[in-house]
């Protein structure tokens, strides 16, 4: 690859989901990008659930490194999940149930109430949870009011920057497919070809609010309501007769924000990817004592069969420049898994004359080939001051919810992230290390 063509790739960042947990790793990123003078190159950033929450803050806040990363650190602090179990949205109604069952079985008037009316009424107190739950209370309401008060404030669409550009996924249920929230569009590829025969359906999100977008990439279904799309934000109002947009967790599609970077015909797709996944690393233990566990197990199921699709098509491949890397691994299986990869071929061919990975040194042991990598590399230098592995196992069981982290968990998390991204650029975007060679 000549500089020519090197000036012409196209960077983009896939920040994964995974709640706080994802957020803190992915600044560790941020970080690392901007000591090697690659972030301002980034071209697009693609980002779903806690990977949006972070993508979204970083651009905002994008011309003050410094204090986009401690204002960051600071907001991680501060739990989503308390504003929402605490807001009196949520409480009220329980008060209102709790107030009327009390009532109706400790009588306290002496009105007697029949039997089949206290049981009939408790039987609806019980099941309204369950058959109206969103109209009673929608924790996405109250998700987007934290979001707001924490990160984003009344920040629109708008106000994103021209560069680099942000692309905001969420699962639209309403087409089965992602619905992507940027400066210049918001849309869902489906609505562009429907089903009904008709003109393509357009949106204009110009006024349309970044916590609002957030929150329905980051909306996990059963406990939050999908984000609906109003009449207001469709360019031609009678669209809104054809079309309901349903908006959930992008996860559900594609947990690692890879989809739109390497689609065919994407207006995000890149040359060169550098992916940080976040996500919950996929375990052998589960419960399976009643419906919810197994329908969250099936969930996990589902997006590790997404996941591994999405490898064997973008990853392991010899087209593009794809460093991938994941918030469990050891500073080790990076070197593995990249000299596995080039003896397989799977890596691209500039690449591989980058490492000096000729025929002739890929046909040796494979220890001997790592070893090799590791001096190229100079992998112990990078690693100086890494995490062990009883800090890696330890960060690797936080929740990937939206509660606090402290500060020592977001250090972990964050330097974790700085080093494996060092790792994996030096393996695998030789773009990038030419290109900061001749800066």
């Avoid at 560790?28 to 990977?51: H, T």
């Avoid at 999940?81 to 400790?106: D, Q, V």
Wanted: hydrophobic share 40%; charged share 25%; proline share 4%.
């Amino acid at each position: 690859m000549n500089n020519k063509e090197e000036k012409k790739a196209k960077l983009g960042l896939a920040l994964s989901g995974g709640g706080y947990r994802a957020a803190a790793f992915h600044l560790g990123v941020f970080r690392k990008l901007n000591k090697l003078n690659i972030l301002e190159k980034i071209d697009v950033i693609s980002c779903i659930s806690g990977g949006s929450i972070a993508g979204a803050y970083y651009v905002l806040n994008k011309d003050n490194f410094e204090e986009f990363e401690k204002s960051f650190t600071a907001n991680l602090q501060k739990s989503c999940i308390r504003r929402i179990i605490f807001s009196y949205r949520f409480l009220l109604p329980i008060f209102i149930f709790a107030a009327i069952a009390y009532f109706l079985l400790n009588d306290p008037f002496s009105i007697n109430f029949p039997t089949w009316l206290v049981v009939s009424i408790i039987c609806a107190i019980v099941l309204s949870p369950v058959l109206i739950q969103f109209r009673i209370v929608s924790f996405t309401a109250l998700k987007i009011k934290a979001y707001r008060k924490i990160f984003f404030g009344n920040k629109k669409l708008a106000d994103l920057p021209d560069h680099p550009i942000l692309a905001i996924n969420s699962t639209n249920l309403s087409t089965g497919t992602l619905w992507t929230f940027s400066k210049n569009k918001m849309s869902d590829s489906s609505y562009e070809f429907p089903k009904d025969g008709g003109d393509s359906i357009k949106f204009n999100g110009n006024d349309f609010s970044i916590a609002v977008a957030v929150a329905s990439s980051s909306s996990v279904p059963v406990p939050f309501d999908p984000v609906k799309i109003p009449i207001s934000y469709f360019k031609n109002a009678n669209d809104f007769k054809r079309i309901k947009p349903r908006l959930i967790d992008g996860g559900l599609y594609d947990n690692q924000g890879l989809h739109k970077l390497t689609q065919r015909n994407s207006s995000y797709a890149c040359d060169v990817i550098i992916v940080s996944d976040g996500s919950q690393p996929f375990s052998n233990k589960f419960f399976a004592n009643n419906t919810p566990f197994i329908l969250y197990r099936g969930i996990d199921v589902m997006m590790r069969k997404i996941k591994n699709l999405q490898f064997i098509r973008d990853v392991y491949g010899k087209s593009k420049e794809i460093a991938y890397f994941s918030l469990d691994w050891e500073y080790s299986r990076c070197v593995v898994e990249f000299v596995a990869a080039a003896k397989k071929d799977q890596v691209p061919e500039h690449v591989l004359v980058h490492h000096g990975l000729t025929e002739e040194v890929l046909e040796k042991p494979f220890a001997e080939i790592n070893e090799f990598i590791r001096k190229k590399i100079n992998f112990d230098s990078i690693v100086e001051n890494a995490l062990n592995e009883q800090q890696i196992e330890k960060i690797s069981r936080i929740g990937t919810n939206l509660t606090a982290l402290t500060k020592e968990k977001i250090a972990l998390l964050s330097k974790h992230g700085e080093i494996l991204t060092d790792l994996q650029i030096k393996l695998y975007c030789t773009t990038l290390n030419k290109s900061n060679e001749h800066s």
